[in-house]
């Protein structure tokens, strides 16, 4: 009962009826009136004419007697005589006489929106008998418009017919209701001014035949009276209108309860049309009549107050409007699914977990799917879900995305049931005639005091990740929300910590074999967070280069390597300070520019300087990158290659980049001195590097044994913390200073 009470239908059926009975609506009625009758007009009975006598003429009976001459004189079929003549002097009294049984008295009502007698004065019964006077009133509606008249007044006892019905030749039933023709223009009712009649006897020629209205002036709120698309006008127009409209047979009037019922059952029997654009078509013809339906009525004479209906048909349009565009929001469109918005839109129910679905090669299968399968490819992937989840609703979002949520349970009995679903996408799925092998990874999150949206993002994020390391099912855990936050204002914390120092260069000191001395640093960016502590070059690094923005860092740990290698310069001996260049920034358009505007800013000896390019994915365009190292090379920079050995390309490395410096990575200088493998390694390393004229440094000297081993074998420069530690520049520097005051530069150990 509740959920049929819920219908659009019904409730606007409701609504409808609510204003109905509380007349709510009545100032619709009024616009739509006033609207149609700005359109179809047509011209006033040219039977009738009206004789506009001023408040000279109609103000004395002499002057009034003689505008009756003239009009008697030019034989009218009939006369009305409508001003106020409670007495008659006898010169009136001469004219109205020989005008006898062609002469009507109009007498009207003080009051205007009811038929009571008290409302009305007739004249002395020897003015005129009462048989020859009409009767004429309107009932108006809020807005003082008149809108019918009955078709006789009864006063002491007697019945009067109205003007209209007089006009119209037509005398009433007592109980008959007249609505005039609004379609009527007022303004094209035959006029003469009684004064023009006075004038000139050939006026009264029109007038041969026809009903002929004297007519007092009248004008005042309380007289005038609203004729629709016309505004307040004097009385008279509606009896000639309300004439017009009983010449075309009886008036009717529907009330608003019958539109309603008519609004209601129309409806009702277009909502039962099974086909969809048959129905919508016969919803756009059934409003459109229900619309122009109370104009075309009026056009047979039955006039009605649709403003109920309408605003049963406003809101019946506004409810399916609102649901549609709900359906649209809520809903993926080519899935029909609900979407995330759908089940974030209400708190989710407490003890139940998020589950995220994500579908591998999702947009390469919609790349291959003809538009008209998306959805059902989709639809497929959720009822697969479904029946694996047993959850009623899945729930369908961007990019091969689909969430449900299940009672809280063991995260052991979580990943069973998920290992369980996963293997139901074992099978490929068929999509019209379409196959295709589909992989699910999960995301579960089960932090049951976040939001709904959070949760269903933070699901929406494990289940990528899981995606991305090819793991069934991913948890999120509520302390990596905290470390979210943080990693997403990274960028702005790296601006923050170059400009107050928390983030800075370590420097570590290279040892030259040949000339057995100090003969450079490799700069190494550190950060020390007041918060998190200090945190590993290698983490924020790559963020920053994921993130695009390892350029800023970039430039300025050349600009403070270039300070270094002048402190370290000052001293005397050649002193080399490298740096490491992001694989990222390699084969970037700008870095030259960059680098070179620095340097010019600088007016440092780029020799005095090394760059150290270390091989990764990230080098996207090789033949770019190799022109700006040669570029980089030309401007003066040593460049060396970081990490040799681990990449997959090495040796192509080796082969296509212009370098002067290969750097032994660790993972096999920490192994010399025990593992034959890597000894042999590093022994054919350094021997190649020198053919192909390059200097080699080993990395990672952790102790005397092999940084003793590397001489033998004939590297020519030693990094590692049997050196020293990476320290800061003034450490170091203080003691560099130092040595080279002794005048060595040997280091105690070495
Ligand atoms: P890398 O360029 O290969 O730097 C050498 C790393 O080995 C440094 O780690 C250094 O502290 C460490 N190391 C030096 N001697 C020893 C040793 O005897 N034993 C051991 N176990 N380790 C040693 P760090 O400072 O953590 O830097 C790691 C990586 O971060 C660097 O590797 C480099 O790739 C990157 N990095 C550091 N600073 C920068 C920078 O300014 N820009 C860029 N793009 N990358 C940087
Ligand atoms: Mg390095
Ligand atoms: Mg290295």
């Not at 990274?490 to 120092?501: P, Q, T």
Request: hydrophobic share 45%; proline share 5%; charged share 20%.
């Amino acid at each position: 009962m509740r959920a049929y009470l819920k219908q659009p239908l019904v409730i606007s059926t409701l609504v409808a009826l609510l204003c109905g009975l509380l007349s709510l609506a009545r100032p619709l009625d009024q616009g739509y009136w006033n609207t149609r009758y700005r359109f179809g007009q047509k011209p006033a009975p040219q039977s009738v004419v009206l004789i506009n006598m001023d408040a000279e003429i109609s103000g004395s009976d002499r002057q009034t007697a003689r505008v009756l001459q003239a009009v008697a004189a030019a034989q009218p079929a009939q006369v009305y005589l409508d001003r106020k003549t409670n007495a008659a002097s006898p010169e009136l009294q001469n004219a109205i006489d020989r005008l006898g049984n062609r002469l009507r008295l109009v007498v009207r009502y003080a009051k205007q929106d009811t038929f009571e007698e008290a409302y009305i004065t007739l004249p002395p019964p020897a003015i005129v008998p009462r048989s020859r006077i009409v009767a004429s009133g309107w009932i108006t509606n809020f807005w003082r418009y008149g809108v019918s008249t009955a078709a006789t007044a009864r006063v002491g006892g007697v019945t009067y017919p109205m003007l209209g019905s007089a006009l119209a030749g037509r005398l009433g039933e007592a109980d008959e209701e007249i609505r005039p023709d609004f379609a009527v223009d007022p303004r094209t009712v035959q006029q003469i001014a009684a004064e023009r009649l006075l004038a000139s006897r050939s006026a009264g020629a029109a007038l041969r035949g026809k009903s002929v209205i004297l007519k007092e002036p009248r004008s005042g709120p309380g007289v005038l009276v609203g004729y629709f698309s016309h505004g307040r006008i004097d009385p008279v127009y509606l009896d000639i209108a309300a004439g017009e409209a009983l010449k075309n047979g009886d008036t009717h009037s529907i009330d608003w309860l019958p539109l309603i019922a008519a609004f209601a059952a129309i409806m009702f029997a277009v909502k039962r049309i099974a086909a969809r654009r048959l129905r919508r078509a016969a919803y756009v013809v059934a409003g459109l009549g229900l619309l122009v339906g109370p104009a075309l009525l009026d056009h047979i004479g039955i006039t009605s107050n649709p403003s109920a209906s309408l605003v049963g048909l406003t809101c019946f349009v506004a409810i399916k409007l609102w649901s549609k565009w709900q359906t649209q929001v809520l809903q993926t469109s080519r899935s029909g699914l609900p979407n995330f918005v759908a089940l974030t839109e209400q708190p989710l129910p407490g003890q139940h977990d998020v589950i995220i679905a994500i579908v591998g090669r999702y947009e390469e299968i919609m790349a291959t799917l003809p538009g008209d399968l998306h959805g059902e490819f989709a639809r497929q992937i959720a009822r697969r879900l479904a029946v694996g989840c047993g959850a009623r609703h899945i729930y369908h979002g961007e990019g091969g995305l689909f969430a449900w949520i299940e009672p809280t349970r063991s995260l052991e009995q979580h990943i069973d049931n998920l290992e369980g679903l996963r293997s139901l996408f074992a099978a490929p799925l068929l999509v019209g005639k379409h196959v295709f092998d589909t992989n699910v990874h999960f995301g579960l999150e089960r932090n049951h005091e976040l939001d709904a949206v959070t949760r269903v993002n933070t699901a929406v994020a494990s289940a990528t990740e899981a995606l991305k390391h090819g793991r069934t099912v991913e948890m999120f855990e509520a302390k990596r929300l905290a470390n979210a936050a943080w990693e997403l204002s990274l960028l702005a914390r790296i601006d923050e910590g170059m400009r107050n120092g928390d983030i800075w260069l370590a420097y570590q000191p290279q040892w030259d074999y040949h000339e057995a001395r100090l003969s450079g640093a490799e700069a190494l960016i550190r950060w020390n967070d007041p918060v998190r502590g200090p945190i590993r070059p290698d983490e924020f690094i790559l963020q920053a280069e994921q993130a695009g923005r390892i350029d800023a860092l970039t430039y300025w740990v050349l600009d403070q390597a270039i300070s270094a290698a002048e402190r370290f310069n000052a001293f005397g001996p050649r002193f080399q300070i490298s740096i490491n260049l992001s694989a990222q920034l390699v084969d970037k358009p700008s870095l030259i520019s960059s680098v070179a505007d620095i340097v010019r800013r600088r007016g440092i000896d780029c020799r005095l300087l090394t760059i150290e390019v270390t091989e990764t994915a990230g080098m996207c365009n090789r033949p770019a990158a190799i022109q700006n190292l040669m570029k980089l090379r030309a401007m003066g920079f040593r460049l060396s290659i970081d990490d040799f050995g681990t990449g997959e390309a090495s040796l192509s490395y080796l082969a296509e980049l212009p370098s002067d410096e290969l750097k032994l990575d660790r993972r096999f200088v920490s192994k010399i001195v025990h593992h034959e493998r890597e000894r042999h390694i590093v022994a054919s390393t350094i021997n190649l590097a020198h053919a192909l004229k390059q200097t080699v440094v080993a990395e990672g000297i952790e102790d005397l044994s092999t940084f003793e081993l590397l001489r033998q074998l004939g590297c020519d420069v030693g990094q590692g913390y049997h050196i020293s530690r990476p320290e800061t520049l003034d450490q170091l520097i203080a003691r560099y200073a130092a040595l080279t005051k002794q005048g060595s530069t040997k280091l105690k150990s070495c």
